[in-house]
């Protein structure tokens, strides 16, 4: 019985120790053969380190890792080729002193390894005395792989003058890549982020991008097939309709996949839990989201085009932008208009889709245990198809912020806030939920849907204590109809800035 690699990143170590392994071969074979210089972008723990080192370990010609893979029989193993990797992932880089040393460690140790002996500084000029010496010293050119190319800048997004600085730095090492080209191989770049190529890439603009390239979608990650079949030995009981709508449906325009880390985590414990999620709060991006005041209810619905959704920079980071590359959400569909592509995007599976909101509400709201209160309250509420038990749950959670909290927080000012925190609570709870939802008759703020019933809702900000006719605009504009067959109830609520709680709230059956 094959063995689940848990924390496994090492191609070497996972074939010769007996791992499961979904064989990703033929796709390297065919990076390797149609082109030189490459760059992926994937969220974190989506297997990247491990591409990084099956392609060290077939470019350097250890054709016994490979038995059995597609690769065994589509290689020229003849050819060995020097390999220099650089792997920003280990430690957090708070200087730009640091990120030298950390190269020039690395540099050091790749030389030492193939008999060399390094001069040059500084470290960008050592690096390219390195790339001259393995070309000269082995006959064959050069294969370059630096895996989490950025993270030293992403660590820092909360700082931008370290981050700036670092981004320097590091402009100006891959800069020489563009320049070695005649003693290059190979050269790929991995990490989270696309940065633009003005700022980071300006003296690389020779790298091919495929992280949304169709033809290799699934370089990083499991499709259906590949877990069916890698893993086997491990789905005696298995439920794969759940495993699917937890843990499938990242799209990078190809076939959707797993993240592979939830996929070992699940099916070594056989439980659903957030495994992915909880190995990295998005801090940063959720104080962008409060910083730009967004409605959090739109990420069902989003659209941007692909200059937003193709890169981002540390003095003009967009959140379309880093909610679609560190994998909170992903392509829902791609179309074009005047010539130009268009994305829709969506959260990728169930573990997002409630993991993120209830994140969000923990940083909108004050007490972790309030919230999980007002959770039991809204759950009970439902499942005793109770509307006025929903009142009570949210104005008595409203009321129980203090008021210097809100003194400290201007989030609340906005009409978004409240949709928000509404919103935040229902999908926080695993329930299908339906922001904006389209009617022949216009948009319902928010659809519910919970054991074979429909609760649709309208929210509305009014400056007083006065209702301001949520519920009648619900009646109105016919929206039961969309649900004929089921019942329905109709819920009008309304906030007020200046008593900062629910202040109307009416409901009647659809």
């Not at 990242?250 to 996929?263: H, I, K, S, W």
């Not at 392509?331 to 993120?356: K, M």
Request: include cysteine; hydrophobic fraction near 40%.
């Amino acid at each position: 019985m094959t063995k689940l690699s848990i924390g496994i990143q090492t191609f070497r170590k996972l074939r010769e120790g007996g791992y499961a392994y979904a064989d990703k071969t033929s796709l390297i074979e065919r990076l390797a053969r149609e082109g030189q210089f490459y760059f992926l972008a994937r969220p974190r723990r989506f297997g990247k380190s491990l591409l990084v080192t099956t392609l060290a370990d077939a470019f350097a010609g250890h054709r016994e890792l490979f038995t059995g893979l597609y690769l065994e029989t589509h290689w020229d193993w003849e050819r060995r080729h020097p390999v220099l990797r650089l792997d920003f992932g280990e430690g957090i880089l708070s200087t730009t002193a640091l990120l030298d040393a950390t190269v020039a460690l690395q540099l050091a140790e790749c030389a030492q390894a193939y008999g060399v002996t390094l001069t040059q500084e500084p470290i960008h000029l050592r690096l390219h005395e390195l790339i001259h010496a393995l070309h000269a010293r082995t006959g064959e050119r050069v294969v370059v792989l630096v895996d989490e190319y950025d993270k030293p800048i992403l660590d820092h997004l909360d700082r931008s003058e370290v981050a700036l600085a670092l981004r320097e730095s590091l402009r100006n090492l891959y800069s020489v890549l563009k320049s070695q080209d005649a003693h290059l191989r190979f050269v790929l770049l991995t990490g989270v982020s696309k940065f633009s190529k003005v700022s980071l890439f300006s003296g690389l603009n020779n790298l091919k991008d495929i992280t949304l390239d169709g033809r290799f979608a699934t370089l990083c990650g499991y499709t259906q097939g590949e877990l069916e079949s890698a893993f086997a030995d491990h789905l005696a009981g298995v439920d794969l309709a759940e495993v699917k709508q937890w843990y499938n449906g990242y799209n990078f325009l190809g076939e959707p996949v797993y993240n592979p880390f939830d996929v070992l985590l699940y099916l070594d414990s056989h439980e659903f839990r957030p495994w992915w999620f909880e190995t990295g709060t998005p801090t940063f991006l959720i104080k962008l989201l409060q910083t730009r005041r967004y409605n959090i209810s739109d990420l069902e619905n989003l659209e941007t085009g692909e200059e937003l959704l193709g890169s981002f920079d540390v003095d003009g980071i967009e959140p379309e932008a880093l909610l679609f590359q560190t994998g909170y959400l992903t392509i829902r569909e791609r179309y074009r208009r005047s010539g130009l592509y268009r994305y829709r995007l969506r959260y990728p599976n169930f573990e997002v889709r409630t993991s993120l909101p209830a994140a969000i509400l923990n940083a909108y709201v004050p007490s972790v245990q309030d919230r999980l209160r007002t959770e039991d309250r809204i759950y009970a509420a439902l499942e005793a198809d109770e509307p006025d038990g929903l009142y009570r749950a949210f104005h008595a959670f409203f009321a129980s912020i203090p008021h210097d909290w809100y003194r400290r927080n201007a989030i609340a000012d906005y009409e978004g806030y409240w949709a928000s925190v509404v919103y935040c609570y229902f999908a926080a709870l695993g329930l299908a939920v339906t922001p904006e939802d389209a009617t022949n008759r216009g948009r319902i703020d928010l659809s519910i849907r919970f054991a074979k019933r429909v609760y649709l809702l309208e929210f509305k900000v009014v400056e007083s204590s006065e209702a301001g006719g949520a519920l009648e605009q619900l009646r109105a504009r016919g929206y039961a109809e969309k649900f004929a067959g089921l019942p329905v109830t109709l819920i009008g609520m309304e906030f007020s800035r200046e008593q900062r709680n629910l202040v109307g709230f009416e409901w009647a059956r659809g």
